[in-house]
């Protein structure tokens, strides 16, 4: 996919992207951690923006051993939303919204979003064919969907997801700013 003209990047920290100047004409809204926060940035950044295409950047635990570096994401579910019995896990009760949804990418991981950090195996993760884990995803997808906007994510994997995950993360949080900033110029045609 081409990206369009007008585009907003939406990461959740500095630490994960730096601050230093975007290339191409981008905006950057910063969410902040969890659905909750993410779903308000993002709606607001909407409104404000009117951008054609929200690319999410931001950090990942792998649930998959083959998964490393910088990948893109077409498909997140909610790994939190447990609302058994109305509902099975990961779909909201009483909502119409697809449980998962697509982005504007044909291939692509599979994420699963929710409001804490993986540390440990989730069986339901892999009966799901789960990827990578984050705390974001859905909710920046979600505010897309109710929007009309198509979404894009870039997820550089920090960790396994597991017991060292905290640990992993912290020490990782930077590395993936360059081979995005790489990938973007790339992919809008300008240098980085």
Same mark, same amino acid.
């Given at each position: 996919?081409?990206?369009?003209?007008?585009?907003?990047?939406?990461?959740?920290?500095?630490?994960?992207?730096?601050?230093?100047?975007?290339?191409?004409?981008?905006?950057?809204?910063?969410?902040?951690?969890?659905?909750?926060?993410?779903?308000?940035?993002?709606?607001?950044?909407?409104?404000?923006?009117?951008?054609?295409?929200?690319?999410?950047?931001?950090?990942?635990?792998? !649930?998959? /051993? =083959?998964?490393?570096? $910088? *990948?893109?994401?077409?498909?997140? #579910?909610?790994?939190?939303? +447990?609302?058994?019995?109305?509902?099975?896990?990961?779909?909201?009760?009483?909502?119409?919204?697809?449980?998962?949804?697509?982005?504007?990418?044909?291939?692509?991981?599979?994420?699963?979003?929710?409001?804490?950090? !993986?540390? /440990? =195996?989730?069986?339901? $993760? *892999?009966?799901?064919?789960?990827? #990578?884990?984050?705390?974001? +995803?859905?909710?920046?997808?979600?505010?897309?969907?109710?929007?009309?906007?198509?979404?894009?994510?870039?997820?550089?994997?920090?960790?396994?997801?597991?017991?060292?995950?905290?640990?992993?993360?912290?020490?990782? !949080?930077?590395?993936?700013?360059?081979?995005?900033?790489?990938?973007?110029?790339?992919?809008?045609?300008?240098?980085?």
């Amino acid at each position: 996919m081409t990206i369009k003209t007008r585009l907003l990047i939406a990461c959740a920290l500095p630490e994960e992207l730096g601050t230093e100047p975007l290339p191409g004409n981008t905006s950057v809204v910063w969410t902040g951690v969890g659905k909750v926060n993410t779903a308000i940035a993002v709606t607001r950044a909407i409104a404000r923006h009117q951008p054609d295409v929200v690319l999410n950047f931001g950090t990942a635990g792998r !649930v998959t /051993a =083959h998964v490393s570096g $910088l *990948v893109e994401v077409s498909r997140v #579910i909610q790994r939190d939303m +447990l609302a058994e019995p109305l509902a099975p896990r990961g779909h909201t009760p009483f909502d119409t919204t697809p449980p998962v949804l697509l982005s504007a990418a044909n291939t692509g991981f599979t994420c699963a979003s929710g409001d804490s950090f !993986v540390s /440990a =195996h989730d069986p339901w $993760l *892999v009966d799901q064919g789960v990827d #990578i884990v984050d705390m974001e +995803l859905f909710a920046l997808a979600m505010a897309c969907h109710q929007h009309g906007v198509d979404w894009q994510a870039m997820k550089y994997i920090t960790d396994d997801a597991d017991s060292a995950a905290a640990q992993d993360w912290g020490s990782q !949080v930077r590395q993936g700013r360059l081979l995005f900033r790489q990938w973007l110029a790339q992919r809008l045609g300008v240098s980085a």
